[in-house]
């Protein structure tokens, strides 16, 4: 049974980077896609980005499309999330997930963009 443990949050300004990542176990997911989703204080969880098996075919929503990047790293189990120009919206808890029949999901990571 794969398991995702995300790393890299903390407490930011306004325009800073931060980079997460999301380390899998328990099976190797470099044949599967995929992603970041973030929640909010008081919101739905939202999509944030997606990454194919491959690392060939990326999407994002359009609130970070141009801010983030999410890459992988198959060798390493890994997949990471770059931030830049971070905004007090970005504020949430980032969750990492895999699609391996179902989907899977980390645990989270609590990023805090302070104005």
């Known amino acids: 049974q794969v398991q995702l443990v995300e790393s890299g949050g903390g407490l930011v300004q306004a325009g800073d980077s931060l980079r997460l990542s999301c380390a899998a176990s328990g099976r190797t997911v470099g044949n599967y896609d995929m992603g970041w989703f973030r929640q909010a204080p008081g919101k739905e969880r939202e999509f944030v980005a997606t990454?194919?098996?491959?690392?060939?075919?990326?999407r994002y929503a359009g609130s970070v499309k141009g801010r983030f990047t999410i890459s992988r790293d198959n060798a390493k189990n890994t997949v990471y999330l770059q931030m830049n120009s971070l905004k007090p919206e970005d504020t949430a808890v980032y969750y990492c997930?895999?699609?391996?029949?179902?989907?899977?999901w980390g645990q989270g990571t609590q990023v805090t963009v302070s104005s």
């Open positions: 997930v895999v699609d391996i029949a179902q989907r899977v």
């Open positions: 990454i194919s098996w491959s690392g060939r075919i990326t």
